[in-house]
């Protein structure tokens, strides 16, 4: 049988290699190149799990698909593909979500190393944690385009995936998208606002109508708003559907009412160039002269884009006769027709440059270009890496880069030294955080949906008061703390300087929530709370409001605020790190060189 | 050349990528035509990475027979069965399925057997093996024919490869105050044989010419993760020749996979040569 790595590693290396069992996450662009390396290199002992199936934009790069895979598991299909190169290896394949609770702390401990090839940051923050809860070695690794990275994460040795704090998804304030669009990405989140409004779960923070609370128009919208008020009270929705998604109706509510209304909202206009409703028997059939371009590539007249729409409508309405949700997906034809129509529209009325369906589907679906040849690459560093670790070197695994060019050095990939756990990082190092929030205001269901779920990545928590009593106010258990969960923390007694324990049991995970008392003035801008971090963070952040709010007086517009996040599916990318050093043969030990890290939408 | 325009299905299959380098430079991969010299470990890597990228034809050649060894790095053979046979002709079959859409096609040659007529058709030209004196006959005919010539090997660990594109033209890009703008430009590659009377002192450059030059005795295996990383680097810089589309590194990569993990560039230049004013 193969030969594998005998003859070229050294002999004790290659009997700890038969010894080991390996554990990847995510069988995609970077875990089809992992899976044959590790078993090409004799790895006896793989776990794979991915809970995706395989589609046809994968087949570029994921070369153990092929089109007859299409709609099948990716675990499975990887599994057999890369049993042929070494049949001797045991692979096991979970079609599953990581962070299901059969995947717990005792789980990830049969491993000896643990090696994520994901693309999305809420699953990369859940190994995260399982992996230093269970003290196993974690291997990551991300590529975008040209561009990859891939470190070591070990409990003491180096720093989590949590210890640099993410510098925030791109965010528009709402009333950009509502009211003032500048760009044509304000048109498209608008336009999948629009599709979840019309046919999908409305979401109070996703209007489409203008918004009349809007600081920069406050005070001249007075009799509009009356006139407005008759359709805020029922949603989009219902309308829609009383009006039998009639395109003329729908189109001319949107696309000239809206905007007409907006018009009369002057002070936005004194300095932008003002909309222009559309009338339907009134639009524009040019298109400019476009060769050389695919047909997704060609950008549609305005007409084009209303029939576009129109056709749409008929086509959603009547997947929705149930009563049914749609969810907006990229590579729905229909939905992906509907947001370029709509974006395209809506950009014509502000005067903002339209784009193709393929741009505008790179755009609304925050597609990340990927290659085989980069996932090759990373995924060959990857297995570097995880045999350093299987022989006892853990600390002379590298962060390593590839970029677009060389390095000033020549070097490329480029490798700099691990970063030291960050003191600071509540995931790694500290067990508190300060929670700025109104308890009046907040419910124990936001606290746990929204704040230790979606901003804290806790998958199921049980949360103590400390009242002397340990009061369980929030239990992971089903139905046992239901009661509780539409009180807000005042009910409970929560205020200034109460402490929550927080935990969550599958991820061995417990933080103490110190809560600081914040009114809606003092936090910013369309959010109920905001993480602080450490507690002297929080001591330094009030003095900061404290003297903005005695330079500027309050409510100052901070267009940064209001957090519009796009789906971060397709990302095969871990985030950007700021802290890094680079390591060169030529530097003598123990100097660092700080070198700008890849930075990575 | 065919002209005949890209389908739907391709759009679909190739989205990713031509998301990041164009429809432009998907319809020259579309167009162009390959010979892989040498089916071992670095063979197979390269061959998967352009036939996925989805070019026009491939053709496989070596004129020796599977072994034991090619199972630790070799994934296009079927090492249960294929040992013995031919390792162009056994590497047909996987790599037709990585990719329907691409020619793919063997010859069990050896490079001094190879006429120029019949390299002229390649645009690109990669070889994994070969002597000295093989590789500057070979390198001769790429000049003269306009064809981009890569040398590489994977001696154990250790991994290097040389390029000489010749004058290559290529689109540069610029950005300069958020304005992209589009240059062309050029860029001049060293012959092989002049390369090879460098007087770079690197110790890694070294060690790849004594390779070459076969002061060093040659390591008849290939470690399969040394492959896998330049394997990865060589075919990038195929699509970036065929695509015309930014600088090609120049001219010489050194990796070992016993480092760590960096690899190194060389733009390896003889003394007085007169490309030298353009780098």
């Known amino acids: 049988m193969a030969v594998n790595c005998a003859n070229l590693l050294p002999i004790e290396l290659c009997e700890k290699v038969k010894n080991s069992k390996v554990f990847m996450v995510g069988a995609g662009g970077i875990g089809c190149e992992l899976l044959k390396n590790l078993v090409l290199v004799g790895f006896p002992y ?134 003032t669009p500048s760009e044509l990405i304000h048109c498209i989140v608008w336009s999948k606002h629009l599709f979840n409004q019309l046919f999908g779960e409305a979401d109070a923070d996703e209007e489409v109508s203008p918004d009349t609370e809007d600081p920069e128009a406050a005070g001249d919208a007075g009799e509009a708003v009356q006139k407005n008020l008759d359709f805020e009270r029922v949603s989009t929705r219902k309308w829609a559907k009383e009006n039998d998604y009639n395109n003329l109706k729908v189109f001319t509510k949107l696309f000239h009412d809206d905007i007409k209304y907006l018009l009369s909202m002057t002070n936005l206009w004194t300095e932008r160039t003002p909309p222009k409703p559309l009338v339907i028997s009134e639009l524009s059939d040019t298109q400019d002269n476009q060769s050389n371009v695919i047909p997704d590539q060609r950008i549609w007249s305005i007409k084009e884009c209303f029939d576009k729409f129109s056709n749409c409508l008929k086509e959603l309405k009547e997947r929705i006769k149930d009563d049914e949700n749609l969810i907006w ?211 330094s952040k009030k003095d900061d409001v404290q003297n903005e709010n005695g330079k500027n007086g309050k409510n100052e517009k901070d267009d940064t605020d209001f957090l519009e996040v796009i789906s971060d599916e397709e990302m095969e990318v871990s985030e950007p790190k700021k802290r890094k050093a680079e390591d060169d043969n030529e530097v003598p030990s123990g100097k660092r060189l700080k070198t700008d890290a890849i930075e990575i939408e | 050349m065919s002209n005949n325009e890209i389908s739907k299905e391709e759009v679909d299959q190739y989205d990713r990528q031509i998301r990041l380098w164009g429809i432009e430079a998907q319809n020259r991969l579309r167009n162009a035509n390959v010979l892989i010299i040498g089916m071992g470990g670095f063979g197979a890597e390269v061959t998967k990475n352009i036939v996925l990228a989805g070019i026009n034809s491939i053709v496989l050649m070596d004129d020796k027979n599977v072994t034991m060894v090619d199972g630790s790095c070799q994934f296009l053979i079927d090492i249960t069965k294929d040992i013995g046979r031919n390792r162009a002709e056994c590497s047909v079959s996987r790599t ?81 105050n958020q304005e992209t703008t589009y240059s062309e430009d050029v860029q001049e590659f060293p012959k092989f044989s002049d390369v090879l009377e460098t007087r770079n002192p690197s110790t890694l450059l070294i060690k790849a010419l004594d390779f070459i030059t076969g002061v060093k005795k040659p390591i008849l295996m290939e470690f399969g993760v040394a492959c896998a990383v330049i394997g990865g680097i060589v075919a990038q810089e195929i699509i970036k020749a065929i695509s015309k589309k930014d600088p090609l590194y120049n001219n010489f990569f050194v990796f070992d996979s016993q480092g760590d993990g960096s690899g190194q560039f060389y733009k390896v230049l003889k003394e007085k040569y007169p490309c030298q004013k353009f780098d």
């Open chain 2, 96 to 176: 037709k399925l990585l990719n329907p859409n691409v020619k793919v096609s063997f010859i069990a040659e050896t490079i001094k057997n190879l006429s120029n007529d019949y390299l002229k058709k390649f645009d690109v030209i990669c070889a994994t093996t070969g002597s000295q004196e093989d590789i500057t006959r070979l390198d001769e005919t790429c000049r003269e024919n306009g064809t981009v010539l890569f040398f590489g090997c994977v001696q154990g660990t250790f991994a290097y490869y040389f390029i000489d594109a010749g004058s290559h033209e290529y689109t540069k890009k610029t950005i300069k």
């Open chain 1, 329 to 539: 997906d990229k590579d729905d034809d229909i939905a992906m027709d509907f947001v370029t129509s709509a974006a395209c529209i809506r950009a014509h009325i502000f005067g903002i440059q339209r784009k193709s369906r393929f741009d505008i589907k790179s755009m609304a679906g925050n597609i990340i270009p990927a290659i085989a040849s980069t996932n090759a690459i990373i995924a060959g560093l990857v297995v570097l890496q995880a045999l350093k670790v299987v022989q006892g070197r853990a600390k002379d695994c590298r962060h390593i880069y590839m970029n677009l060019m060389p390095n000033p050095r020549n070097k490329l990939p480029v490798s700099g030294y691990l970063c030291e756990p960050n003191p600071k990082c509540y995931v790694c190092s500290k067990s508190s955080i300060a929670v700025r929030l109104a308890p009046e205001n907040i419910t124990l269901r936001f606290f746990q949906d929204k704040i230790l779920k979606s901003s804290l990545g806790m998958v199921a928590p049980d949360v103590e008061l400390d009242d002397g009593k340990g009061t369980i106010v929030i239990s992971s258990e089903e139905g046992e703390t239901t009661e509780n969960m539409d009180k807000t923390l005042s009910e409970f007694s929560i205020k200034n300087g109460s402490q929550l324990k927080c935990d969550d049991f599958l991820q061995r995970y417990e933080v103490t929530i110190v809560i600081a008392e914040a009114s809606k003035e003092d936090l910013p801008e369309d959010q109920e709370f905001e993480v602080v971090g450490d507690i002297e963070q929080l001591k």
């Open chain 1, 46 to 179: 793989i776990e794979i799990i991915d809970l995706d199936t395989i589609d046809v934009s994968n087949l570029n790069r994921q070369f153990l698909f092929r089109k007859e895979h299409v709609g099948k598991s990716k675990a499975e299909v990887a599994k057999e593909s890369a049993l042929k190169f070494n049949p001797n290896t045991k692979i096991i394949a979970y079609q599953d979500n990581i962070k299901s609770d059969k995947y717990d702390v005792d789980f990830f401990k049969k491993f000896n190393v643990v090696l994520n090839a994901l693309d999305n940051r809420s699953a990369r923050v859940h190994v995260n944690r399982m992996c230093l809860a269970a003290d196993i070695p974690l291997i990551e690794s991300g590529t975008a385009g040209y561009l990859g990275q891939t470190t070591l994460i070990k409990k003491n040795l180096s720093e989590c995936y949590e210890c640099t704090p993410v510098s925030g998804q791109k965010s528009y304030p709402g009333c950009t998208i509502r009211n």
